[in-house]
């Protein structure tokens, strides 16, 4: 049935009518970031139509799979996933600036990403990486999805950085761990952001005396990390220079009965420090309009094996968050 025609006194404003796009933040967390395939399953089901996606490191990767339509597949793939597949992707070429060059993560990447160029992404798409060589943020919102995907989530020391002209890209961890700000400048009038990391250091929940304390990184801490991260560094390359047998080593390290973190771990925490109190800073300066903090304290860095209950967990947080969230509301008027 046609409808009915609208008199030209009580025709909305062009404000009025127009509906407030929605814009997504996906953080990084390594395997914690299949929380965000839960998260978007809720969204979805929620009747929320997201109209722009930030991601950063894994949540770089996720982001552009849904940017692409759908995640049903990378859902189906990473379920799969156990602790010998997970190794299995550790391809340790020991290049001169990284240990893993990526070949298999975007072999990966490209078996559900129909589209090689960003542009051509149905949804709004950016990678946030970070240029190793000056420190600045870099916004990917144009160029190779795969090479965006692959700078973006490339932790220095693990990965081997990826060239982009004059500049070198890292993870972009390192300077916007949860890009609210990236889906603002793609169009957002309302961003959800999602931060897997939340009270997390090593995959393991922080312990609380007393009353809680804001976390902060001090020059004498932040001198702490990168003398571990130095000698972290130095000790896996002595390893690997005198042929010691990775995969069995490797294996060793997924023992959950060892109460340290592997080596790998102790790198990504020692990053995620700094990511915490970063993403502190920029959401006191940049809040998201609705903010989703899965409890994930509980499932280490690597552990992909856990995909399921990642996903459950992320499902559970982002249902619970929107329960009675209307983004009209929630949006703040911006000129």
């Given at each position: 049935m046609p409808s009915r025609p609208v008199p030209q006194s009580a025709a909305p404003s062009e404000q009025s009518r127009k509906r407030q796009r929605v814009g997504l933040?996906?953080?990084?967390g390594?395997?914690?970031?299949?929380?965000?395939?839960?998260?978007?399953?809720?969204?979805?089901?929620a009747g929320v139509q997201i109209d722009c996606i930030a991601g950063c490191s894994i949540g770089a990767l996720v982001g552009a799979i849904a940017a692409s339509g759908s995640t049903d597949g990378l859902e189906a793939t990473f379920k799969t996933f156990d602790w010998k597949k997970t190794l299995s992707f550790f391809d340790m070429v020991f290049p001169r600036s990284g240990l893993i060059d990526g070949a298999k993560?975007?072999?990966?990447?490209?078996?559900?990403?129909?589209?090689t160029q960003i542009v051509d992404l149905?949804?709004?798409?950016?990678?946030?990486?970070?240029?190793?060589?000056?420190?600045?943020?870099?916004?990917?919102q144009?160029?190779?999805?795969?090479?965006?995907?692959?700078?973006?989530?490339?932790?220095?020391?693990?990965?081997?950085?990826?060239?982009?002209?004059?500049?070198?890209?890292?993870?972009?961890?390192?300077?916007?761990?949860?890009?609210v700000s990236v889906a603002r400048a793609l169009g957002a009038d309302v961003v959800i952001a999602v931060d897997l990391n939340h009270g997390v250091v090593d995959g393991r929940p922080r312990l609380q005396r007393g009353a809680p304390k804001r976390l902060a990184v001090t020059d004498q801490q932040a001198q702490s990390w990168v003398t571990d991260y130095r000698r972290v560094m130095g000790d896996l390359k002595s390893r690997l220079l005198l042929g010691s047998n990775t995969r069995a080593q490797f294996s060793r390290w997924?023992?959950?009965s060892d109460a340290l973190p592997n080596l790998?771990?102790?790198?990504?925490?020692?990053?995620?420090?700094?990511?915490?109190?970063l993403t502190r800073m920029r959401l006191a300066i940049e809040p998201a309009d609705l903010l989703i903090r899965p409890p994930l304290a509980d499932i280490r860095f690597l552990e992909f094996g856990r995909a399921a209950e990642a996903i459950d967990i992320g499902y559970a947080a982002a249902a619970q968050a929107l329960q009675g969230w209307q983004p009209a509301v929630a949006a703040r008027g911006r000129g």
């Open positions: 933040a996906l953080g990084g390594s395997a914690r970031g299949m929380a965000h395939l839960g998260v978007l399953r809720a969204l979805a089901d993560v975007t072999a990966l990447v490209r078996e559900h990403l129909p589209a149905p949804t709004r798409f950016a990678a946030v990486a970070t240029d190793l060589l000056s420190g600045d943020e870099v916004i990917l144009d160029g190779d999805v795969i090479d965006a995907v692959r700078a973006s989530i490339a932790v220095p020391g693990i990965f081997t950085p990826v060239r982009r002209g004059a500049q070198v890209l890292v993870d972009g961890g390192l300077s916007n761990p949860l890009p997924a023992d959950r790998f771990e102790v790198l990504l925490a020692s990053v995620n420090v700094m990511e915490m109190s």
